[in-house]
């Protein structure tokens, strides 16, 4: 039944709204958690600290966070790959061009694909740049979350990824959410005003809460 379901637009579709509904409720909390850089460097580095004792002493050290981890590593390959599959099966099924473009199709529907892989490309650079510090321009400090941040947006060209990377986020964001509605069946035509108006207002406040913190150490509130 997993294999007929995976197999199917419909179960793909599916595939890609759950993972994108985990992903979703982790940006959340991710930028709340960032927010907290405004109150200080104790502040941002007990919460850093804190996301690693989770559930101690029943959870040993990390235990939580990897399995959080674990969780949005599977979601965003799920993501990706119904995704791509997704995609190759339309130009299977459609190999020519539309002779006329859909007049209704929104600038972040037709740059999904873009998005996504701007995306991915985005997380592969975050982890390796603020999580390993293998790409950190500066020099990194395990178990300093507050310093390596400000460290690496004092260089112009990580704010310049950073914020490019969370404007295709909000566009991702404003079209996958309804996408997502749609295919889990909580659309409808008496809803979509509404389901519209809360993936605008999420993917406004996520994409300004995350560039919050690049524009706070820029402009020297946070230093």
Known sequence: MARTMWDSSVGKKTVMAVSGVIMLLYLVAH???????FFGAGEFNHYAHWLRTVGEPFMHYEWTL???????VVAVVAHATSAYQLSRRDIRARPSKYVHSKPRASYAT???????????????WHVLDL?????????????HPYQNVVDDFSHWYSNVIYIVAMLALGLHIRHGFWSAAQTL?????????ALKTI??????????????????VMTGVVS
Do not use: E, Y
Not at 66 to 72: A, C, G, P, Q
Not at 110 to 124: A, E, P, Q
Not at 132 to 138: A, L, S
Not at 187 to 192: I, L, M, P, T
């Open 110 to 124: 037709r740059t999904m694909r873009w998005g996504g892989t701007i995306l991915g490309l985005f997380i592969v």
């Open 31 to 37: 930028v709340i958690g960032n927010l907290k850089i």
């Open 131 to 143: 999580t390993t510090g293998t790409v950190h321009p500066g020099h990194f400090q395990a178990g």
């Open 199 to 216: 993936a605008n207002v999420l993917a406004l406040l996520l994409t300004a809460g995350f560039i919050a913190v690049p524009v706070g």
């Open 185 to 193: 069946g909580v659309g409808s035509r008496a809803r979509d005003r």
């Open 66 to 72: 990897w399995l959080i981890r674990i969780v949005l």
